[in-house]
């Protein structure tokens, strides 16, 4: 069900109705916007047209080489990835948050390309069980931001038995070794044993809370492994995917934007660095 917003007072409506019903089941209820719609909208960046998944190993090698003080001062691989995700490089998280207005700010926030204000923005819906949302420690969490670390080639698609024991007669099990050895930079605890379905699935994970836009957009991110091959993305649970979503016409955005900035939603709260935050000083106290 599409349903057109062209005010934030209508869509706070439409949110508390729907955070009402859906939370009586357990669940989370979190929001995601976007200023232009895509035709695979729940994929995250790394498997976009362009050949991004082809060299993720690599994207991955050259962001630690231009902010190795800041990524190698995180103490996992998944906590990396959310840096490189505020940085704009493509990775398999997905953001998502709880805060509804957050992501309606999103979808019609233009970003880095005033074009997009000429495109409709959408808000989709997840409800995410309680007992399925993990936090940065889960292996599961582990096993899958290490996916980025493997090259192109990676794959499971023959390998029944994940325990480690004959790797050498069995060119996905050596695949398998390799992760592992990743995975132990970070775990050096970690057991010689993987579960196939972990990485062919999607998770929902609570980052820590040790960045400020993390905090200000009260953010989770959705984590995407593969499906067998690395080439294919793993596909996210359809039963996470509310039938409802909110549609932002083009020419509803700089309205909505400017009810937002009354309710003290705009680029410098959801952005808490210098160049965003100078950015918004020079809109609010330039001439038009």
Not at 123 to 140: G, N
Not at 197 to 204: E, F, H, L, R, T
Not at 233 to 247: R, T
Request: hydrophobic share 35%; aromatic share 12%; charged share 30%.
């Amino acid at each position: 069900m599409e349903i057109q917003i062209t005010s934030v007072d209508e869509y706070i409506k439409e949110c508390f109705s729907t955070n009402k019903l859906l939370q009586k089941k357990e669940t989370q209820v979190f929001y995601r916007g976007v200023n232009q719609i895509y035709p695979e909208p729940h994929k995250p960046s790394i498997y976009y047209p362009g050949g991004f998944i082809e060299n993720e190993d690599k994207i991955f090698k050259e962001a630690i080489s231009y902010f190795p003080e800041e990524l190698l001062a995180q103490k996992t691989t998944v906590e990396k990835l959310i840096i490189m995700q505020h940085y704009r490089f493509p990775t398999r998280i997905m953001d998502i948050s709880k805060n509804p207005l957050i992501a309606l700010f999103f979808a019609c926030f233009p970003d880095v390309n005033n074009e997009t204000l000429k495109e409709d923005g959408m808000v989709y819906l997840f409800k995410v069980p309680e007992k399925e949302i993990k936090y940065c420690d889960s292996d599961a969490v582990s096993v899958i931001a290490n996916l980025c670390k493997r090259p192109f080639s990676f794959s499971i698609k023959n390998t029944n038995d994940m325990e480690i024991n004959n790797y050498k007669q069995d060119k996905d099990i050596y695949e398998i070794q390799y992760l592992v050895h990743e995975i132990r930079d970070e775990k050096p605890y970690f057991q010689i044993l993987v579960d196939k379905k972990d990485i062919n699935s999607v998770v929902c994970m609570r980052p820590r809370m040790n960045n400020p836009r993390i905090v200000r957009q009260d953010g989770y991110f959705l984590l995407f492994g593969i499906n067998f091959e690395k080439k294919n993305c793993a596909q996210l649970n359809p039963d996470w995917i509310d039938d409802k979503k909110f549609l932002i016409p083009h020419d509803a955005k700089q309205k909505i934007l400017k009810e937002l900035n009354m309710l003290n939603i705009n680029e410098a709260f959801v952005f808490p660095d210098y160049e965003h935050i100078s950015t918004d000083i020079r809109k609010r106290y330039g001439k038009p």
